[in-house]
């Protein structure tokens, strides 16, 4: 080791020598040499490698470094003589992690300062300096004010900050980004908490926005993205802090608010403003937004089980349609391990062979005659039985294998139609997935050639969603699909990203009005057959033809006949058949369909055929809830109850409505609810305020989100006690 340092020391010397010359006598400077060592630190001084400050026993600054004083004096303005405290001041911009203790308190304690990360404002400018001191203390145990050092750290707290920031914040819409609103979520329920407050967030996800970024570039995505930041903000406003998750993904954290009636006011809002279309660089792009809605305590306590919640939401608002909101409520966690177990079968479905078509007739409003059906997929499952396509074709959709199901359906189809006796037409659904895909037209092609159908029998039911993204290749697709000599129709219209210029290019041969328009078009006060109007007006102009669909009632088919109509469908002339069944239909030649149906339509009001809680004095019962509105209930299930009789519903999931009995006979009530219900979102229905965990853990519980065991336990209600009314078995009396 010496060896080593000696050979170095020897190679470099001879350097040395001759860099320098003759070398000059050693002058060190002595502790008694005080000119020479005041030159020394007045050199450092000037150096800026480090200042030196003191301070009297009253905390007045008595002497500062000449060129830092410079530095921080306004306009020349005395430094000296002035409080440290007022000139140093704490950085509170440190964060959380900071263990600093305020300036203040040290020097008022007499500590000795270690490095200390101090601010300083001169003239609207922040400059930071590292400040350390010793306390000045005589022999006598007087103290008689500070010394210290100091140095400029702005340079390295600027670019710190800078860091911090990016990494808190996204670049692209200056939103929090998912760290910090994660970060934000979990301090704030864990705040809350200790306080008994609420607290909601909303996960939202925006829909097609990938055929933006796709097929207009990623600059036109982020574009839209920061227009996206700047609505949702003008929106929240003050209410709650947004971060964006990352691609299409934001999160809102609303504190204090637990009433799902804002709740639902605000998703309705966010998801109406985010679909107003958007203009990029000069282009037009329309999206959409689903929105899923959790809420602390009741649905989860800590922030990743709200999160979930909210997830959970959010999926089934996608689900349902998209351009949704939807609460989190506990069933909706069966309903994804179902969604699951659909995702798994439906690949075998098709090799199963357990898909069949049925078949829908279209009548003529002027005599009711068939002029057409609608073909609808259904899934005849081994176990489960007959699955809904509204459940099974987004899930198709989603894993990539609805253009097999589409294929499949175009073909079984055209075979069917190609055997009919008469030259009555059908309709086949095109989901906007497949419709998206090159595929499509040389399927088509292949399916009427090899059925050897008349093309003008088959038409194709396309929803507004294939508006979204790039218009002109929908517009080609239609050119290509109408040369083929096929039919189209505008499925759904009025329920998605409707634009009546794109109507205009579209070359429709008609516009299906979609049942939420139908349903309650003869409620008064209800738009609805203003907007069957409006559209049938405007279907003239185009030269296109309507159909109304989802006709229930005979009020209701009176209303869309009068609004001029054209075609009708629904299950008030049939609902869909098995192909065999339409195919008899066609070969008897009775093509002439009767309604059969109810007289009217009534208003909101839901069948349900369910167990719930019902909550009278210290008991409680189990009743059937038979039909349910905003207003008011049906239950079944309690005997001679006299009218005007109190009590509460548990409607589950810590839903408790007052009701009062308005109509009672035998074991059936009609009760009037105190508060009216609101929309959950889909069609459902649920109470503004639920039972909050905080109140089930005032009496003796654990803290946990909502369960009904935990509300059945402070609703009270033993199931003995004394009952004031007698309990039927109501399905035992309907047998
Ligand atoms: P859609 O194309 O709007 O079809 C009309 C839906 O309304 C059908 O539901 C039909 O059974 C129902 N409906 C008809 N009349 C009434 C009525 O009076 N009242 C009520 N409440 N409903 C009525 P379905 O069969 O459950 O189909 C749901 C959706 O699934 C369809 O909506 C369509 O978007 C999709 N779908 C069905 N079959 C196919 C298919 O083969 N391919 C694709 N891509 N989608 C399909
Ligand atoms: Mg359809
Ligand atoms: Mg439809």
New binding site residues.
Partial sequence: MGGLLSKLKKKSSPKIAEAGGETAPLAPILTSDLERRARLLDGLERSDLGWFWASDDAGRLIYLSEPAAERISENGEEIVGRQLADIFKDDDELGESSTQRPLKFQLAARNSLRPTTVKIDVGGRTLWWEISGAPRISETEDFSGYHGIARDVTASIASQRDAEKLSRFDSLTGLANRHRITHKLAATLTAFQSAKRSCATMLLDLDRFKQVNDTMGHPAGDELLKQVAARLTRIVGDQGEIGRLGGDEFQVILPDIEDRQHLGDLSERIIQMLSQPYSINGMRAVIGCSVGVAVAPFDGIESEELVKAADLALYAAKGGGRGQYRFYSSDLRDKASHRHQIEEDLRDALLKDELE??Y?PIVSSKDHKVVSV?????WNHSERGMV???DF?PVAEEVGI?RE??EW?INDVCNRVASWPTDVRAA????AV?FASDDLIPIVKRALKKSGVNPARIEF?I?ESVFVGDIERALRMFKDLKEMGVRLAL??FGTGYSSLSYLRDAPFDKI?I??SFVRGCTEPGNNNAAIVSAVVSLARALNMETVA????TKDELEAVVAQGAVSL????FS??QPAEYITELLESGELILEPLGPEKYRSDRRTEFRKIGLVHGDSRYDVVLRNLSKTGAKIEGLLEVPLGTEFVLDLGGGQLAVATVRRSEGFSQGVEFETPLISDGSDGLCTRHRVSPYQIEAAGRPLRSLSDEGVAAITGGSAGGHRQFQQVDVAAQKR
């Fill in positions: 078509m049925h829908q609608e073909a609808l997929m259904r809904s396509p509204a074709i609805i199901l589409g359906a086949i659904n095109v989901s497949q039911e929803t499925d759904d299906k979609d049942q669909e989802g006709v229930e469908q629904g299950l008030l609902r869909a």
